[in-house]
């Protein structure tokens, strides 16, 4: 008998299902609030040289603030003043005619920077500046961000395969808050970039263990409805981003505005169940009866005891899987595992990389900031109701390869397009962007159930989590060619994508199978696996169905 037999004696998807999903919204709200964070607190805003050490005895009293810096800070063609240098003395002459400053000795700002604080109370620009030389710490920061979150992606993994979910989701929720709270309050970048590596590393536990939770607790049927739905809570998130930074404009507390609603997802874990699956694998079947119990009771299934036995369950936890412990070798160990892990892994890092590289650049729409970062969340609600619907019409595979060749088609198409057509630009720009989350909301769902349970941490989401961070990580640092080449990071990021989508095009679809729990299911054909929910209902259920006679 499989797991999902047990669970559809429960009703697979009713009250207990539903409330799961509900307690874990708040936990996975915050998670875009801080992936995505540095589009605000890493902003550089407009600034030139302090240039009061020119003011000797008051010459610049009678003078605008134009004029001060006229005589001051040298000026670029476009008329905009230069932001890293400034005058050796003041060039009062420039006030009659400032067309050629390129003979006039220049020096680097002696005094620090001014800054325009109309956007930005402070970010991590103004307060440590950030500017010039060592301008790309800001991006520098999201990257240690992420690296921070692909080490905790494998930390996370390992233990909560060893411990559980529900243990490891009170670490990552507590740990969060800790560091998160630290890095707001730091007084150096030297001492900020450590604290916001291990807030990444704590929220990855958050993102792997939320989503396992909910797709092992529900049927087979409604697995692509609880994956959509629960990266919804991505965009809600997303969005609330947009606005929180748009009242909350000083740095420190937007990073603790933004962590706050991880209290309420502490105060409210000890309702959160372990998963039944995991019990099972694991040889905890007593702890797993009674947790499916109670969901056979609130869903208003009273005659589960009667169905199911605990003798049950200790059919399907098998001894060799109860005592073993899977290491990364396992995962290559065996052919068909061995050709998954690599192309899974290649899909992950191209969908990551593409994501965050359209996501952590919203400066060039031409619109105001808040209003590009609104406009790239929203687009990501239709993007997962279409995503929900071709999941279930078409497929994983399909929805997976579409959702990322289209994405980089749409950067190659503002690659080549002229920058006169602004409009189409902008709506293509939008378009990829959903197309780009509709490729991550996949992923997310398709290696969940590509993998078996026995170890869907340490890879489904675990090691790919891992490499999707590293594309992740990387972005930002792709970013900075830009100065060799401005079109080169769209050139690498559209490639990544259609690399990625190639690539998925080799994966097994997915949809309405059974998941794997052991090694040897991965290695028998998925067609041996295959169920609708109809069939899974005529099974006798006190007949355990050999997985090489399964329909």
């Known amino acids: 008998m499989k797991f999902e037999n047990i669970l559809a004696e429960t009703d697979g998807f009713g009250r207990y299902q539903i409330a799961i999903v509900a307690l874990l919204v708040f936990p996975r709200i915050t998670l875009p609030c801080h992936f995505l964070l540095n589009n605000f607190i890493g902003a550089i805003p407009s600034h030139h040289c302090d240039i009061s050490s020119l003011d000797n005895d008051g010459v610049f009293e009678n003078l605008t603030q134009q004029e001060r810096l006229t005589v001051s800070v040298p000026q670029h063609e476009d008329g905009t003043f230069d932001s890293c240098q400034m005058f050796s003395e003041p060039q009062f002459h420039l006030l009659g005619n400032s067309s050629n400053t390129t003979e006039l000795p220049v020096v680097q700002c002696q005094n620090g920077w001014q800054y325009d604080h109309s956007t930005f109370k402070s970010t991590l620009a103004t307060q440590f500046d950030l500017v010039c030389d060592t301008k790309g710490l800001n991006k520098a920061s999201a990257t240690i961000f992420f690296i921070g979150v692909m080490f905790g992606a494998v930390f996370f993994g390992i233990l909560s395969d060893k411990y559980g979910r529900k243990k490891m989701l009170l670490v990552s929720y507590v740990s969060s808050i800790v560091f998160s709270v630290a890095s707001a309050f730091s007084t150096s970048f030297m001492m900020f970039a450590?604290?916001?590596?291990?807030?990444?590393?704590?929220?990855?536990?958050?993102?792997?263990?939320?989503?396992?939770l909910s797709i092992e607790w529900v049927d087979i049927e409604h697995r692509t409805f609880i994956g959509v739905i629960g990266s919804m809570s991505w965009s809600v998130g997303n969005l609330l981003l947009a606005g929180i930074a748009y009242l909350?404009?000083?740095?420190?507390?937007?990073?603790?505005?933004?962590?706050?609603?991880?209290?309420?997802?502490?105060?409210?874990?000890?309702?959160?169940?372990?998963?039944?699956?995991?019990?099972?694998?694991?040889?905890?079947?007593?702890?797993a009866y009674s947790s499916l119990k109670r969901c056979a009771s609130l869903n208003g299934r009273g005659d589960f005891t009667s169905k199911i036995r605990l003798e049950t369950l200790s059919t399907i936890a098998k001894t060799?899987?109860?005592?073993?412990?899977?290491?990364?070798?396992?995962?290559?160990?065996t052919p068909r595992l061995r050709r998954l892990t690599l192309l899974s892994?290649?899909?992950?890092?191209?969908?990551?990389?593409?994501?965050?590289?359209?996501?952590?650049?919203?400066?060039?729409?031409?619109?105001?900031?808040?209003?590009t970062c609104f406009i790239y969340a929203a687009i990501e609600v239709p993007a997962k109701?279409?995503?929900?619907?071709?999941?279930?019409?078409?497929?994983?595979?399909?929805?997976?390869?579409?959702?990322?060749?289209?994405?980089?088609?749409?950067?190659?198409?503002?690659i080549v397009m002229p920058k006169d057509y602004w409009t189409f630009r902008t709506v293509v720009a939008v378009l990829g962007k959903?197309?780009?989350?509709a490729s991550f909301t996949t992923v997310f769902l398709y290696t969940t159930e590509l993998y078996p349970t026995v170890l869907r941490r340490q890879n489904g989401i675990g090691l790919n989590s891992f490499l999707a961070r590293l594309g992740a990580s990387i972005s930002p640092l792709i970013?900075?060619?830009?100065?060799?080449?401005?079109?080169?990071?769209?050139?690498?990021?559209?490639?990544?994508?259609?690399?990625?989508?190639?690539?998925?095009?080799?994966?097994?679809?997915?949809?309405?199978?059974?998941?794997?729990?052991?090694?040897?299911d991965i290695e028998q054909t998925r067609r041996s696996l295959c169920i609708t929910s109809q069939e899974q209902n005529e099974i006798p259920l006190k007949t355990a169905v050999p997985a090489d006679k399964a329909p």
């Open 345 to 371: 892994g290649i899909v992950w890092y191209g969908v990551a990389s593409t994501y965050y590289g359209i996501s952590l650049n919203i400066t060039g729409f031409g619109l105001d900031l808040y209003l």
């Open 248 to 287: 909350v404009t000083d740095w420190r507390m937007l990073v603790i505005a933004v962590t706050t609603p991880l209290l309420l997802a502490t105060a409210t874990w000890w309702w959160v169940p372990e998963s039944a699956r995991w019990l099972i694998v694991s040889g905890q079947t007593h702890r």
């Open 434 to 437: 959903g197309l780009s989350e």
């Open 479 to 520: 970013m900075l060619l830009e100065d060799l080449w401005l079109l080169l990071p769209q050139v690498i990021f559209g490639m990544l994508a259609i690399i990625s989508g190639l690539m998925a095009c080799l994966l097994q679809e997915t949809n309405n199978t059974r998941l794997p729990e052991t090694i040897e």
């Open 320 to 333: 060799n899987t109860q005592d073993r412990i899977y290491t990364y070798l396992d995962l290559v160990k």
């Open 385 to 414: 109701i279409l995503v929900y619907i071709s999941l279930k019409k078409i497929g994983r595979r399909p929805t997976q390869v579409g959702t990322l060749l289209l994405t980089g088609i749409c950067i190659i198409i503002n």
């Open 194 to 212: 450590p604290f916001r590596f291990l807030t990444g590393f704590s929220l990855a536990g958050i993102s792997i263990i939320s989503i396992v």
